[in-house]
């Protein structure tokens, strides 16, 4: 606001620092074209020549220049004959758009008078001196994000189309500032573990600066890190020649060092510098569960194994092994010393439950996945195989003192990779199996607690008070546990939570043999009796949701899930679940989410097999949440693809699913039950629930596309078709083989696809849906082979199948795969045609990822056609719709067309850039599809004037494509060829 000074007087406001910028203030930028802006209206600022004259005042800083410094500025040797009248005018017309408070005359000359934060270049300054502040102080992270805001401030050449010596050597001069703080930005994105996203950018700038060798440093060690070791060795071989060809000189000694390095593979160069990490994100993990506040006894084992941690002999690190039968108070003990322990290790302490007991034990790669997260290594830093992340994992701990522990550990094989390499870092250990083949471990062997423990828990648990009275009543009921931690606590809790019960009642229940621990024999077998004493003293319904809960064989189940196989509305089965996790048979994973200890789901699944009556009960429990899922995805399905015709040939379900009110919260739900929903898929093997379970795996197809559940989701379809076959159900088996052959299409195993029998069962089942989608894809299998007469007849099947059952959206993705058909064998006006056929199909249908499709098979056609513009158009859109739908792997090929496309168009830098972002997505489609992106990046590479790192990317390429036995090895040979003779 202005003050009113009386009638047609306005007085500007006195501004504060922070709202100058708000209000009409003047505003210049020089980091590109000279502007001059109040507020949000841009001015003018006159002639080429007129804004130079600016451009020198500003950059002194509201310092004077004179007219003979302005007239060297603007013509330097040679200026005209009226140069000083001239100046005068120009300063004339900006004073007129300025005002003459901002630009003054004095002393002869002139002078700009603004705010630091007024102009770009001075606001670009004050963000370089944070930078480095920060820098200096630890945090890199703040820094990159002060130079990346740093960088956005230029918009093009600074003093875009200025003449004169002055905003000549000023453009030269802020330029090289410019890759200065790129190459700083560089360097902090390697630091802080960016390096495969630097790639690209790198392999970008390299080719615009080839002689600049900081950045062919920087792209080296970008490579080295993502394992491309090849690639950077062949980039210190391009920088050699390049120099010695245009300058007659070596790479300098750094550049020499480096190459040394990555020649020994020096595990200290694979790795960030150790500059202090980011003080903003401090990396010390702190996961360790919380203790228990009842924590009793055990004195002699915390004493013992406390001390082992803490104090390890000389420079081994330790590890100490705990092993029992479930129940004994593994993890109880083992989180306790744990936390004890903890000031000792200060930079943190890892926990992981390794689900050992269970069916399907963790992983070690996934645990070292999580482990190196939360030391702070990015997820583009994480390599794919064992051995890679073990070797990383120990080399992010050493020099660091941290706590590993391990619970619930599957045998030695498992642990083995897990354990830190260095001293000052321990390893505590808890499992079912005495780890005897641990080398180095100190062993120790948990029995249960002596009886004055026993009672010491039950107790603190009860209460002194009721304890107290009826000692004797209480000795019994421990004992009768076997002194067992577990049941204790059970027992206890039972008790705490009803008041009315006597201790004396508590044991007369347990006083019947088949309610009492027995002397532990075998650990299965006692663990049983022990939650034997929690389910007996359940409620009818609490035993009944116990029981049935326990059939399903997701890693935990939702709420909502729980309600359909309990056949409950939510509200009632959500108090029968939390009283479950108030007696310590059911746990809470999450809100809304519940999951049993892998032992006591050992022990519901007995009991539902010996207690529940009829036993039909149990398949119908399993049965209604097949029917959720399926109902549910089915519907995720519809919205995503309206007007596919695949959900009305589903099979029908009798009880409802979830519904949503928009694609993406669908996607949410479909992507988070992945897990749950591909279990079910594959324990529903009976033969009531045989089609369904394969109806559910088509409809959710999005998990296999998307390369998220791959394994999965093809592990549950191979058992849902074995099981077909057993039965003889040809239209299961035909389904079941149908996503059979989209798994293998994705991964690029096209050899080990199944549509051909696929579509015999579907004639003999006259079965519309693999009758449709298996000649599809037979067609696109065809492509892939080079079969592309063959491919054309089995997608002009697929597309007659289609409109024979009404399904326009299945017709549409035949015509897409057939335009790309028409491209291979050279026809390539029909191909587009084809392709816009199904593209016009896809926006009448309103269907967003399916578009996605159909841009990306006529960006290929129009790439072919020379029609690059427009190829490039359709295949940016078609990337924005993958990256919106969540499908990594489309987005990978996607960037594969792009980068072809621009290798057409003679762009070989954007070239480069996409087939730079294509690997770093990883998993783009198996092996096959890797080399073609590494054949393509190296096309770009050998254009941009980097022959020996294409020559890398050829020889990996054609590595893959040799052991595949795939045709692409000859033309990779090709390509070869002529590099190997020059």
Not at 147 to 172: F, H, V
Not at 359 to 366: C, L, N, S
Not at 862 to 878: K, S, V
Request: hydrophobic share 45%; net charge negative.
């Amino acid at each position: 606001m202005d003050r009113d000074n009386g009638p047609g007087v306005r007085v500007p406001e006195q501004r504060t620092h922070g709202e100058r910028a708000a209000g009409t203030e003047l505003r210049f930028t020089v980091l590109g074209p000279v502007r001059v802006w109040r507020g949000s209206e841009a001015l003018p600022s006159g002639s080429p020549q007129q804004r130079a004259l600016l451009a020198a005042l500003l950059s002194r800083h509201g310092r004077t220049a004179t007219a003979a410094e302005l007239i060297d500025a603007l013509w330097g040797d040679d200026p005209p004959s009226q140069a000083l009248a001239t100046v005068r005018t120009y300063a004339s017309r900006l004073r007129k758009t300025l005002g003459q408070d901002t630009l003054v005359s004095e002393a002869g000359g002139y002078a700009v008078r603004i705010p630091r934060e007024a102009l770009d270049l001075t606001l670009a300054q004050d963000l370089a001196v944070e930078a480095e502040k920060a820098r200096g102080s630890g945090d890199r992270g703040q820094a990159r994000a002060l130079i990346n805001k740093l960088l956005g401030l230029w918009d093009g050449e600074a003093l875009a189309s200025l003449p004169g010596p002055y905003a000549e050597n000023q453009r030269a001069s802020l330029e090289e500032w410019r890759l200065q703080l790129t190459e700083t930005r560089l360097d902090l994105d390697l630091e802080l573990g960016c390096h495969a996203e630097a790639v690209s950018e790198l392999t970008a700038l390299t080719a615009a600066q080839p002689l600049r060798e900081r950045l062919r440093e920087l792209l080296m060690v970008a490579l080295y890190r993502s394992g491309r070791q090849a690639e950077a060795l062949a980039v210190y071989a391009d920088t050699r020649r390049l120099l010695a060809e245009e300058l007659g000189v070596d790479p300098r000694p750094e550049l020499s060092r480096l190459q040394q390095r990555i020649l020994r593979a020096d595990e200290e160069l694979a790795r960030p510098s150790d500059e202090p990490a980011p003080a903003a994100v401090p990396v010390r993990p702190a996961q360790l569960p919380a203790t228990v506040p009842d924590f009793t006894g055990r004195a002699t084992f915390v004493r013992e194994l406390g001390d082992r941690l803490v104090t390890p002999e000389g420079a081994v690190m330790a590890v100490s092994a705990l092993a029992g039968i479930g129940g004994v108070g593994k993890t109880t003990l083992a989180v306790h010393i744990a936390h004890r322990a903890r000031p000792h290790f200060p930079d943190g302490q890892l926990y992981v439950d390794l689900q050992g007991a269970g069916a399907t034990a963790a992983e070690p790669e996934t645990v070292l996945g999580s482990f190196l997260r939360a030391l702070g290594t990015a997820d583009s830093a994480i390599p794919d195989s064992l051995d890679e992340r073990a070797a990383l994992y120990r080399s992010t701990l050493d020099g660091r003192r941290i706590l590993v522990l391990l619970d619930n550990a599957h045998d030695a094989a498992q642990i083995r990779p897990l354990l830190p390499g260095t001293e000052g870092c321990a390893a505590l250990v808890t499992s079912r199996v005495r780890m005897v083949d641990l080398a180095g471990a100190h062993l120790v062997d948990l029995d249960v607690m002596s009886p004055e423990e026993a009672l010491q828990l039950f107790t603190r648990i009860v209460g002194d008070e009721r304890v107290r009275s009826e000692r004797e009543a209480a000795l019994d009921v421990v004992a009768a546990c076997g002194f067992l931690p577990l049941a204790i606590r059970i027992a206890a809790s039972r008790l705490a939570a009803r008041r009315t019960w006597t201790v004396s009642v508590l044991a007369a229940k347990l006083a019947d043999e088949r309610r009492r621990l027995d002397e532990l024999q075998a650990g299965d077998l006692a663990v049983k009796a022990t939650f034997e004493l929690g389910y007996g003293q359940l409620e009818p319904a609490q035993a009944r949701a116990f029981r049935l809960l326990g059939l399903a064989d997701g890693p935990d189940i939702s709420l909502a899930a729980a309600a359909a196989l309990l056949n409950l509305d939510p509200r009632t089965a959500e108090d029968l679940l939390e009283s479950l996790v108030d007696t310590s048979l059911l746990e809470s994973a999450a809100p809304g989410r519940y999951r049993y200890h892998d032992l006591v789901r050992l022990y519901a699944r007995a009991c539902a097999e010996r207690d529940e009556q009829p036993p039909v009960e149990r398949e119908l429990a399993l049965s209604r949440l097949l029917d959720f899922y399926l109902a549910t995805a089915a519907g995720v399905y519809a919205l995503e693809r309206p007007g596919d015709r695949l959900v009305a040939h589903l099979e029908p379900t009798r009880h409802p699913g979830l519904t949503f009110e928009d694609r993406h919260s669908a996607l949410d739900w479909l992507f988070s039950e992945a897990n749950c929903l591909l279990a079910c898929a594959q324990q529903s093997t009976g033969q009531n629930m045989l089609r369904r379970a394969v109806d559910l795996l088509w409809a959710a197809k999005d998990l296999a596309e998307s390369g998220a559940n791959s394994k999965q989701y093809e592990s549950a379809a191979l058992t849902t078709r074995d099981a077909a076959r057993t039965y003889g159900d040809a239209r299961a088996e035909g389904r079941a083989r149908t996503t059979i052959t989209n798994v293998h299409i994705v991964a690029g195993r096209f050899d080990e696809a199944e549509a051909e029998r696929a579509m015999q069962l579907a004639r003999s089942a006259d079965d519309p849906v693999p009758n449709c989608w298996a000649p599809n894809d037979r067609g696109v299998i065809a492509i892939y082979q080079g079969r592309h007469e063959e491919g054309e007849q089995h997608l002009l099947q697929a597309i007659e199948n289609f409109r024979a059952d009404s399904n326009f959206v299945g017709q549409a993705s035949a015509l897409c795969n057939l335009s790309r058909i028409h491209v291979s064998l050279g026809r390539v006006s029909s191909a587009i045609e084809l392709a816009q056929q199904g593209i016009d199909i896809y926006d009448r249908m309103g269907l967003s990822l399916r578009l996605a499709n159909g841009r990306y098979a006529l960006g290929i056609a129009l790439t072919r056609a020379g029609r690059l513009p427009e190829a490039l158009n359709q295949l940016t859109e078609a990337l924005a719709l993958f990256h919106d739908n969540r499908q990594p792997l489309w987005e990978g090929v996607t960037h594969f067309r792009l980068a072809e496309a621009h290798l057409a168009a003679h762009r070989p830098t954007l070239a480069a850039a996409h087939a730079e972002q294509a690997i770093a997505l990883r998993g783009i489609g198996g092996e096959w599809r890797r080399g073609t992106v590494l054949t393509v990046l190296g096309k770009a590479l050998d254009s941009i004037g980097q022959p020996d790192r294409a020559r890398a990317c050829w020889h990996e390429a054609l590595a893959i494509y040799e052991q595949l036995g795939a045709p692409e090895a000859e033309e990779t040979r090709l390509l070869l060829m002529p590099v190997a003779a020059a």
